[in-house]
């Protein structure tokens, strides 16, 4: 049984080689843009590290005059200095910076006059649903309620849940709301 365990060890090396050795994966290119990723972050969800923003009405002319200022040659930012210059120049004129992740993207002017007109919302969207209105037919509950049986007296502090504690892990939470440990019937 030995002989025949050895003789099958260098066939099942051999498939195994076939299916986990293939070729060098090829990385899709993406074609990255602002809206694409803003849509990303959106995606990603929320209480992102970024100051909010709101572009005035002349961002774009602020831009192209920061621009003439600097005597730009071409619309291409393809020279590392100038372009370095150039979004420290638009930083000092409009107070908004533009993040480490998204320099590689801004390659023209009119990509960085783009990304000035953007709005950056860093409202969170539960915040921000207090601010629609909402139908009549559904109701937001901001502020939780938890039970705890020494102070709730709608159902003489009678819990649907007799053996599951309530426990507050939160610091933030500690001092709004109180815990509750449930009573056990063995020790």
């Not at 950056?120 to 109701?139: C, F, Q």
């Amino acid at each position: 049984m030995a002989a025949t365990t050895l003789r099958k060890t260098p066939v099942l090396v051999a498939s195994l080689q076939r299916c986990f050795a293939s070729a060098p994966k090829v990385k899709p290119t993406k074609n990255r843009t602002l809206s694409a990723v803003g849509e990303s972050i959106a995606a990603k969800g929320f209480l992102r590290p970024h100051k909010p923003y709101s572009p005035p009405a002349d961002a774009a002319e602020r831009v192209r005059s920061v621009a003439a200022s600097l005597k730009l040659k071409s619309d291409q930012l393809g020279n590392l200095s100038e372009k370095f210059q150039f979004l420290a120049a638009c930083f000092q004129e409009l107070q908004h910076g533009v993040p480490n992740s998204q320099v590689h993207e801004l390659r023209t002017i009119g990509d960085v006059i783009s990304f000035y007109e953007t709005t950056v919302d860093t409202t969170v969207p539960l915040d921000a649903l207090k601010r629609v209105e909402l139908p009549e037919n559904l109701h937001i509950q901001y502020e939780y309620v938890r039970f705890n049986p020494e102070t709730d007296t709608k159902f003489d502090g009678k819990t649907a849940f007799p053996k599951s504690s309530t426990l507050v892990t939160g610091l933030k939470y500690r001092s709004k709301y109180e815990g509750h440990e449930a009573k056990r019937s063995w020790p």
